[in-house]
């Protein structure tokens, strides 16, 4: 089965611009996989930001935005703040009613 | 309000059957536009999908876990179970079930998602003798 992969870490300042990316260990991300990204602190359950690619979850700050770069689908975090320290997850529909989560990227505000 | 709910055992023994129940409110799991899916995270590790119930039914597996897991519901109760057999001590984790939302219909335009747009809060699961 395809893998998805997501950088293991990624730090930022506070203030700062980060892009998280998606990948497949074969092949490229494409709208059609209906990339979304959830987050989650420590012994929370996940919260849904970002799903089919680009669109906000409600509530969701719009400094959170969701693309598709090269051949990754990317969570951009721009002007990121203290409480943006999470783990963050995406998941990719691969059709069939089969979904695949990342490994998840630990994001670190410093 | 949509709310999930797990419920099941804390902890069970290698080699038995876990069976856990995703109770929903403020769905039906007869809504075409919804489904449920299952999904874990053992200590420390990320977040791993497992099985997923549309609303005619239907149900879809982990390819690593398809031979163990079980899907179902009750739509009358608001349940989904699922059951995995053979339990071990690496099954050790957090269950979460979460409502999946799959499309919505204009007329003869449809939308697709396809991703978890409410989580429940998740059930731990210890795995030991």
């Known amino acids: 089965q395809t893998a998805v992969t997501q950088e293991p870490s990624f730090s930022v300042s506070p203030g700062g611009t980060v892009t998280l990316t998606c990948g497949l260990s074969s092949g490229s991300v494409s709208t059609s996989y209906y990339p979304s990204w959830y987050h989650q602190t420590p012994g929370q359950a996940p919260r849904t930001l970002i799903y089919?690619?680009?669109t906000r979850s409600s509530g969701v700050p719009d400094r959170f935005s969701g693309s598709i770069l090269g051949n990754k689908a990317a969570l951009t975090i721009t002007g990121a703040q203290a409480d943006d320290e999470s783990d963050y997850y995406c998941v990719l529909y691969m059709g069939s009613g089969i979904w695949v989560f990342g490994g998840g990227t630990k994001l670190t505000v410093l | 309000q949509v709310t999930l709910k797990e419920s099941g055992p804390v902890l069970v023994k290698p080699t038995e059957t876990l069976t856990l129940t995703c109770t929903v409110s403020?769905?039906?799991?007869?809504?075409?536009?919804?489904?449920v899916s299952w999904i874990r995270q053992p200590p420390g590790k990320a977040l791993e999908w497992l099985a997923h119930?549309?609303?005619?039914?239907?149900?879809s597996y982990s390819t690593s876990l398809k031979s163990r897991l079980t899907i179902s519901k009750d739509t009358s109760k608001s349940q989904v179970v699922l059951t995995m057999t053979n339990m071990d001590p690496v099954d050790t984790a957090t269950y979460y079930c979460?409502?999946?939302?799959?499309?919505?219909?204009?007329?003869?335009?449809?939308?697709?998602?396809?991703?978890?747009?409410?989580w429940g809060k998740g059930t731990t699961v210890t795995v030991s003798s």
């Open positions: 089919s690619t680009n």
């Open positions: 403020g769905f039906s799991l007869s809504n075409a536009r919804m489904g």
């Open positions: 979460a409502r999946i939302r799959m499309r919505d219909s204009y007329g003869t335009i449809s939308y697709y998602y396809y991703y978890m747009d409410v």
């Open positions: 119930i549309f609303s005619n039914d239907e149900k």
